[in-house]
Nanobody, 122 residues
């Protein structure tokens, strides 16, 4: 069992930056793929970024070049650095973990955090 707790959300102006953190419980963090998804009101949860246990990273096209996912296995934490934020980035951001693969399909991920709100004003 893995428990995930996100932090770092907030209100920021367009063009600004935020860094989200996701702290994971458990001693096998390094063996999990970790991901970030987001969900805006009235929309489905969508893939944002993921990092495999190997360190390979994957991004949705709409955030590529602006967002960076990273992990610190010593701290059992995954980060999402978000730069050049746009109003359309406004959403609840969720951290996810999976012992198998890093998939863009949210239904394949085993563990989820409670989410953190990111609001980007224009």
């Amino acid at each position: 069992q893995v428990q995930l707790v996100e932090s770092g959300g907030g209100l920021v102006q367009a063009g600004g930056s935020l860094r989200l953190s996701c702290a994971a419980s458990g001693r096998t963090f390094s063996s999990y793929a970790m991901g970030w998804f987001r969900q805006a009101p009235g929309r489905e949860r969508e893939f944002t970024a993921a990092i495999h246990r190997s360190g390979n990273t994957y991004y949705a096209d709409r955030v590529k070049g602006r967002f960076t996912i990273s992990r610190d296995n010593a701290k059992n934490t995954v980060y999402l650095q978000m730069n050049s934020l746009k109003p359309e980035d406004t959403a609840v951001y969720f951290c996810a973990a999976d012992p198998r693969v890093a998939s863009v399909d949210p239904t394949t991920w085993d563990y989820w955090g409670q989410g953190t709100q990111v609001t980007v004003s224009s």
